[in-house]
C-alpha cells in the first residue's frame, strides 16, 4: 500500500475510532508529512526499516537540530502509526527491531500560582455578571477545568447526558476511548453546571454539546485559548495562560493540597502514574521556594551569616 494511503486510513482511524482530538491528528498530519518528505516519493510502509528510523532519527537531531521534545512527538506518531500498520496490513514493524533511548524531555509543566488563578478566576465571573450567558458559560467552563484537570478537547466534546442533573459528576470521554468519572466537589460550580444542563435541555437533544458559543455552537478549543488570553492580558497577567496550564495548575494543587497521585491519575486520565509524577517535581520546587522565604534558622538568628562569623 502506499504510503499517502496508509497514512489517511491512519489519520481517519486516529480521529473516528481512537476520538483523537483535532489538535492531536493536526499534529500527527504533520509529523507524517514530515516524514514522507524525508522519504521521497514512492517508498511504501513495508519497505521502511530500522535502518530508516534511525537515518531520521539522525538527520532530524544531527542536520536540523530540532529539540529533544519535538522528536520524541514525531517518534511517539510513527510508534503508533507503524503499530496500527502491521495490525491491518500484516507488515514487520520497525520498531520492533529499533533499539535507542530518545532524551527525556526535562521541562516542568507551566503552572499559574494560586494567586493567578484567582484573579483569573474572579474577573472571568465578574465580566460573566456584566457580559451576560455567554461569558457566563466561559466561567464554568474554565472553573471545570480547574477543578477537574479536564483536557481542553474533553471539555469541548462535553455532550449534556455527559453531565448529572445536579452538577454532581461529569463523564468525560479521554484519550484513546478511555472514558473516566470526573466528582465536582464545589457547590457553586455544581449549581452552574445543572442551570447550564437545565437550560440545554430546554434547547436542544441530551446528545448535543453542553458549552456552546454565541452562535449556539459548540465551543471550540481554538475560541477558549483565545478568550483566556485575552481575559488574562485584561487583567494583567504577564505570561501567555493556556487551557492546559489550567491543566497543570489543576494537577499541582491537588498533589500540594495532599491528594494521593494515583487519585489525580485517575482524575486526569493519565495511563502511566510516570506521566502523572511530573507534577510532584513542580510541587518539590513550590515547597523549596517556601522553605526559602521562611528560613526558619534565619528567623531564630542562626542564619548564613551567623555560621560564618562563627567559623
Given at each position: ?24 491528528v ?128 474533553e ?21 484513546g ?6 466528582y ?18 430546554l ?45 497543570h ?11 494521593d ?43 548564613t ?7
Amino acid at each position: 500500500m502506499q504510503f499517502r494511503v496508509s497514512v489517511c486510513e491512519f489519520l481517519r482511524h486516529c480521529s473516528v475510532e481512537r476520538q483523537l482530538s483535532q489538535h492531536t491528528v493536526r499534529a500527527y498530519t504533520h509529523d507524517l508529512a514530515d516524514f514522507r518528505k524525508f522519504l521521497g516519493a514512492g517508498v511504501a510502509p513495508a519497505e521502511i526499516s530500522a535502518a530508516t528510523l534511525t537515518a531520521y532519527l539522525e538527520d532530524m537531531f544531527g542536520r536540523r537540530k530540532l529539540s529533544a521534545g519535538t522528536v520524541r512527538r514525531r517518534f511517539a506518531c510513527l510508534r503508533a502509526f507503524f503499530r496500527r500498520q502491521a495490525e491491518r496490513e500484516q507488515i514487520a514493524n520497525p520498531f520492533a527491531t529499533l533499539k535507542l533511548q530518545l532524551p527525556r524531555r526535562k521541562r516542568l509543566p507551566r503552572t499559574l500560582s494560586r494567586p493567578e488563578i484567582s484573579s483569573l478566576m474572579t474577573s472571568l465571573n465578574m465580566f460573566a455578571g456584566v457580559r451576560g450567558s455567554h461569558d457566563g458559560v466561559l466561567a464554568t467552563a474554565v472553573s471545570l477545568m480547574v477543578a477537574t484537570g479536564i483536557r481542553v478537547g474533553e471539555l469541548c466534546r462535553l455532550a449534556v447526558d455527559d453531565v448529572a442533573p445536579d452538577g454532581s459528576t461529569c463523564r468525560i470521554h479521554g484519550k484513546g476511548s478511555r472514558d473516566r468519572v470526573a466528582y465536582v466537589s464545589d457547590t457553586a460550580l455544581r449549581t452552574a453546571l445543572a442551570q447550564c444542563v437545565a437550560q440545554r435541555r430546554l434547547d436542544g437533544p441530551a446528545h448535543g454539546a453542553l458549552f456552546l458559543n454565541r452562535h449556539g455552537s459548540a465551543m471550540k478549543p481554538q475560541s477558549i485559548r483565545s478568550r483566556l488570553r485575552r481575559y488574562s492580558r485584561q487583567i494583567g497577567l504577564a505570561r501567555r495562560v493556556t487551557p492546559h496550564m489550567l491543566r497543570h495548575t489543576a494537577a499541582t494543587l491537588l498533589i500540594e493540597t495532599g491528594v494521593d497521585i494515583r487519585f489525580v491519575q485517575r482524575l486526569l486520565g493519565h495511563s502511566s502514574i510516570a506521566t502523572t509524577e511530573i507534577y510532584t517535581h513542580v510541587s518539590d520546587e513550590a515547597l523549596r521556594t517556601t522553605l526559602e522565604r521562611a528560613n526558619i534558622l534565619a528567623m531564630l538568628g542562626h542564619g548564613t551569616q551567623q555560621g560564618r562569623m562563627r567559623s
